[in-house]
């Protein structure tokens, strides 16, 4: 009976009759290689556009990180004994962000490659070797995990070898390097995953991650602030030049791998040799990938089965509920209903309020940088004085896009495959869109005024400059928000699987530079009539009324178009 059912199997290219077949791991790692490859390859209306402006806008930004630490470490150069201790503690620093990144960016990425992956329900069902399995998932998650830092460890290292002439064999010297530290915290992300999956079902996992994941950056965040960098350029913080020099020379994090890339590279740069960092790079990740490979064998069995749970839910109607629908009877009763659905999807998906508790650890981050600011003292002119208040609100802009790309861009494509349900609806597509732009725009007006408020305080600006600063930034919320809206609805991403991923398209990329681009005038057409009024009161010079009703008109007629134009035109949009 058996030699019946074997005769009977289809034969699998690349093997004999009656032989088990053992696919390698390049055929496992195929199917994602040839679908990367075919949508490169598309012909799809905008292709070459897209990609057209993906490459300038990397080569750009590429060649501002190049030019910055060119500029930086040719002047370290320059400063005799300690420039190079400044050029390795740089490195350091930096290195150690990119290995928690790293750590921070597997555990999440693990979790859909070895465990919720489409093409799991095939690959665990065929006969593949455990280890094969292993190691095309162990890739599959290094590529998706650190492609963003290896984009932008090559322009820092490039640096580096030109300023410090690496010579022809540095780009080997940093691929020999930068390999086992890209892999060690991918084998400990994964492993980490794993024991939680066994731990959790995997559907609850992605939520308890998530929440981890938003902790810890905050916490990095935190912890790098407090550390003030800054003061390594300010020797005369220190007791004594001996201290300096001391702490220079100490590694930034003797147990970590980003300390032995840091002296590998930095002892090559300096024509001495030393082994040792080489061997405890790929030593460590060597032991990091059978240690892991080993957990792999002992539970990826159970954990996979676990992954096939789901979390329970509960649905009730509890207090805050009727609260909110009593609150919001006077919008009637679609557009309560519209605006309580839309807060239940944000609150229901934890990969999207996680995000808030990282957002205020960057706004803390952000006050704090300002409350240190050295606007007091010698050497304070002016116009210094009132330029950075001034300047604030570009940096309190970018802040708002970034958070706008975040929460309110991706709100039309959320909406998934169950769009058809609205759009066959009776209600009208106005009163969908006037939904989520008030719900995505109020907490960021509310942020964007804190922010403002708070910072201006700080600042000890005058009342002029307060008033101007929340008037413009009250505009500017508005636009960025219907910006937002505009452009999310223009280029829906309705497939996507991670609302993450929606901010980093091409619409998303063209909401950015719009918003950066609507900043810059906002504030170019404020610039002159405030800096006349200023100096003004400042020389009791004669002021110009007109000049400043024309600057302010002009910013806010144009804060407005940006508000009106694009919901008019998502609004089209929606209703074709």
Known sequence: MPDAIAAAAPVVAGTAPGHRPDPSTAHLLSPK????????????????????????????????????????????????????????????????????????SNVITALS??????????????????????????????????WMVVLMAIPMFAAYGVVYAGGPLFPIVVTVTFLPFLLIPTVIGSAVTLLLVNVFPARRTRDILSVIAVLAAGGIVVLFRLIRPER????????????????????????????????AVMTWVSGRSDLLPYYLLWSTAAAAFVLGAVLHRWLYATGFSKAQESGERWVRDNQMARVSRRLLRPFGI??????????????????????????????????????????????MTLFLVNVVPFLNLVLAGFVLASVAARFIFPGVSLEGR????????PMSMRELLWSKFWVGTVPLLVLALAIVGVTDYLLQ????????????????????????????????????????QIPTSFGGLLFMMTSIALIGAVIVLEARPVYSYVSAQAFG????????????????????VATLVPLGIARRKLEI
Request: proline share 4%; glycine share 8%.
């Open 461 to 500: 600006v005058t009342a002029f400059m307060m008033a101007v600063s929340v008037f413009s930034i009250t505009f500017m919320t508005l636009a960025i928000a219907g910006l937002a809206m505009g452009f999310g609805t223009l280029f829906p991403q309705f497939e996507t699987e991670n609302a993450a």
């Open 113 to 146: 490659s070895f465990f919720l992956a489409r093409d799991l329900d095939l690959l665990a069902a065929a006969p593949v070797d455990w280890l094969k399995l292993y190691l095309a998932k162990l890739l599959e998650t290094l590529v998706h995990s650190s």
């Open 33 to 104: 290689w040839l679908t990367a490859r075919a949508r490169a390859a598309s012909r799809e209306r905008g292709h070459g556009l897209r990609l057209a402006v993906l490459g300038l806008l990397g080569f750009g930004f590429w060649a501002f990180i190049y030019v910055m630490l060119f500029r930086l470490l040719r002047y370290f150069r320059g400063v005799p004994e300690i420039g190079p201790l400044l050029a390795g503690k740089l490195l350091g620093l930096v290195l150690v962000g990119f290995f928690s990144i790293l750590l921070l």
């Open 232 to 263: 390594l350029a300010r020797p005369e913080g220190f007791r004594s030049l001996v201290d300096f020099i001391t702490i220079l020379r100490s590694p930034t994090s003797p147990l970590l791998p980003s300390a032995w890339v840091e002296r």
């Open 418 to 425: 169950t769009f058809w349900l609205l759009r066959s609806s």
């Open 334 to 379: 679609t557009r309560r209903e519209l605006l309580l659905k839309e807060v239940r999807l944000f609150f229901r998906d934890t990969t999207q309020w996680s995000q808030l508790i990282l957002l205020a650890v960057l706004v803390l981050v952000y006050v704090f940088n300002i409350k240190f600011l050295p606007l007091r003292g010698a050497g």
């Open 541 to 560: 010079t004669e002021t110009h009324p007109i000049e400043m009703v024309i600057g302010f008109g002009a910013a806010t007629l144009l804060c407005c």
